[in-house]
């Protein structure tokens, strides 16, 4: 179905005209006549199916049938990472180029000085992550009482980074009565939760299975030993010739030494993680992008908002503790109907990881060896003693700073 069947403004149809994009995905179909009805919503889509749309096109042709002059802050958008916000923002700015609606953006990372002087120049919508924007609402920058819209986009990660206490003190400085949207591409029961406290009577949107992975995307299991998956990687890289692959760790110190040991095998490699600066990690990005940089490391920080066109490969150099972040690495690729690999390495002591994101997916994935790399089955027993599947969980919670008595006691810096 085109999008002038949805009675958008013209200004609006006329963007959507500049960037090529003449029929709604399924998750647009659905989702913007109930937001135009001014109906709460909360729908699930995998990503890259088009979910910022959705959002960012009612609400913005809502925004052009009531003008305010000078601009005040009526849309809030909540994401949980730096770079999911600049990917929303880039959007914002794209739909409303022919319109006099002002967008901005305000993220942890960097300065607050900029971000302050756009928010007095004033903005109709609000693109932010939780911590920045209630560091600004400290200061009175960001006052949210006129505020129509709320938009809570990935949710669910939002949830697993440790956001609901934000999320919380932010609810009660918006107005009761506004609109409610909840964005993600997984729901699990504490997303149901957080939904009944947030918003009224909504309807819900859902494309697919719950908790699927795109249906385009090869998912491919290597056995291998776990000192061999870097070699691994880069032989695949390089003799098949792949010129732009994303690869993920589950830490900050994996994802550094594995881009500089890649480079040492010919690779060009940065990595991208929470610990880099803003400007290092949208160089980095940037150069991948271009084609300057063949692969780019990162940990689950850029699981959510990188958004690349085209990427054809991403590699689980380690899969990750919390099996939904499964489908958001994959989801990378295969974006917008388009095909993708997934490969994953496993190594002895790491199968009940990806037996947990079986159990998600409700589905088996084959393992297979790689001829030259098969692994060494008796490292197990005359080498270095494999961690057992509870001392590797004591482990995940160390280094994802869980309590030990719940999972989802989660202490996170804001971002």
Request: net charge positive; charged share 25%; hydrophobic share 40%.
């Amino acid at each position: 179905m085109s999008f002038t069947s949805f009675n958008l403004n013209p200004l609006l149809l006329q963007s959507l005209a500049d960037k090529g994009y003449q029929q709604a995905t399924p998750v647009q179909l659905q989702a913007i006549p109930l937001v135009m009805q001014q109906q709460d919503v909360i729908a699930r889509a995998q990503t890259g199916t088009g979910k910022t749309a959705a959002f960012a096109l009612p609400m913005l042709d809502s925004l052009l049938n009531q003008p305010i002059q000078p601009p005040v802050l009526r849309a809030l958008v909540l994401t949980p990472t730096r770079e999911l916000a600049q990917q929303v923002q880039q959007s914002f700015v794209a739909y409303a180029k022919h319109t006099t609606l002002v967008s901005t953006i305000a993220y942890g990372g960097v300065s607050l000085n900029p971000q302050i002087t756009a928010l007095k120049a004033g903005a109709d919508i609000l693109v932010a992550t939780p911590g920045r924007l209630l560091d600004l609402m400290e200061k009175g920058v960001v006052v949210l009482d006129k505020l129509a819209f709320l938009v809570l986009d990935e949710a669910d990660r939002m949830l697993d980074m440790g956001f609901i206490n934000d999320i919380k003190r932010i609810i009660r400085k918006v107005p009761v009565q506004r609109q409610t949207l909840l964005f993600s591409a997984t729901f699990d029961n504490n997303l149901l939760d957080l939904s009944k406290m947030l918003l009224n009577d909504p309807k819900s949107v859902e494309i697919d299975a719950q908790n699927t992975a795109a249906s385009q995307v090869e998912q491919i299991i290597y056995n291998v030993d776990a000192d061999r998956k870097r070699e691994l990687i880069s032989y695949l890289i390089g003799s098949k010739n792949w010129q732009q692959v994303l690869i993920f760790t589950r830490t900050k110190i994996a994802a550094d030494a594995l881009a500089k040991e890649m480079c040492k095998d010919g690779v060009k490699t940065q990595s991208i993680h929470g610990d880099k600066s803003q400007g290092a990690r949208e160089k980095a990005l940037a150069d991948f992008k271009s084609g300057q940089v063949r692969a780019l490391v990162a940990t689950d920080v850029a699981a959510r908002g990188l958004d690349i066109s085209d990427l054809k490969y991403v590699i689980n150099y380690e899969l990750p503790y919390i099996a939904e972040d499964y489908i958001h690495r994959i989801g990378r690729t295969g974006r917008a109907g388009s095909s993708g690999t997934a490969i994953s390495l496993l190594s002895v002591g790491e199968e009940w990881l990806l037996e947990e994101i079986e159990t998600l997916l409700n589905e088996r994935l084959p393992q297979q060896w790689l001829a030259g790399y098969e692994p060494d089955l008796t490292k197990a027993v005359k080498g270095k003693k494999i961690d057992s599947k509870s001392a590797l969980k004591s482990k995940m919670k160390k280094q994802l700073g869980l309590k030990s008595t719940s999972s989802k006691s989660k202490q996170r810096k804001r971002r």
